[in-house]
C-alpha cells in the first residue's frame, strides 16, 4: 500500500523522489529549507504562509548558515524582478487571503532569475497543475489530498545538497 500511495504521489507530482514524514506541512517545509535552500534566497510575500517560509529561512540562516541572504518582495512585484538568485520560494495558493500565482508564472520568474523553485504545495496539491515546473514541494495529506492530517511529504527530483547535522531534519533520516 505505501509503494503504491508513494508512486502515485511521484506521478502526481511530476518527481522522482518522495520523502515521506510524520509531520504538517510545516514541518515538510522546514526540511525543504534546511536541506534544499542554499544562497541568495527571493521569497514571494502574499500572506500569513509566506510570511512562515520567511521565518524558517531566517532560523535556517541562522542555525546552518547555508542561506547567505533572504529578500522578501511582495508578489504584486513579480514582473519587476530581474537579479539572479539561488532559490525562489513561494506560495502559488495563499488561503489567508484567496491569493492564487499560476506555478508556470513562478517558473518564469525562476527563469528569469536563474534560480531553483521551491513551493509550498499545501494548498495547491491535487487542485492545481504544473508542480512538476519546481525543483522541491512540501505538502501534508490534508487539504487538497483529501487524506487525514499527520503525513507530510516533499517532493523533489535532485537530491538536496546541504548536509543537515541533525537527526529530526535531515530528509535522509
Not at 28 to 40: C, D, M, Q, T
Not at 45 to 67: E, H, P, Q, W
Not at 68 to 95: A, H
Not at 127 to 132: A, G, I
Request: charged share 25%; net charge positive; with cysteine.
Amino acid at each position: 500500500v505505501e509503494d503504491n500511495v508513494l508512486n502515485r504521489l511521484k506521478k502526481f507530482t511530476g518527481h522522482r523522489n518522495i520523502a515521506r514524514m510524520q509531520g504538517s506541512a510545516s514541518f515538510a517545509l522546514e526540511v525543504i529549507i534546511n536541506n534544499f535552500i542554499y544562497g541568495k534566497v527571493l521569497i514571494i510575500k502574499t500572506g500569513i504562509y509566506s510570511d512562515r517560509l520567511l521565518s524558517m529561512s531566517i532560523a535556517s540562516k541562522v542555525n546552518f548558515k547555508k542561506i547567505k541572504k533572504i529578500d522578501y518582495i511582495d508578489y504584486k512585484n513579480i514582473s519587476n524582478i530581474s537579479k539572479s538568485y539561488d532559490w525562489v520560494m513561494g506560495c502559488p495558493v495563499e488561503t489567508s487571503v484567496g491569493l492564487k500565482i499560476p506555478i508556470s508564472k513562478l517558473n518564469k520568474l525562476k527563469k528569469r532569475c536563474k534560480a531553483k523553485l521551491a513551493l509550498d504545495a499545501t494548498a495547491s496539491i491535487g487542485l492545481e497543475e504544473n508542480h512538476e515546473l519546481c525543483d522541491v514541494l512540501g505538502f501534508s495529506s490534508c487539504k487538497g489530498l483529501f487524506g487525514l492530517t499527520g503525513a507530510c511529504f516533499v517532493a523533489f527530483s535532485t537530491n538536496p545538497k546541504n548536509e543537515i547535522n541533525s537527526f529530526y531534519l535531515n530528509i535522509f533520516h
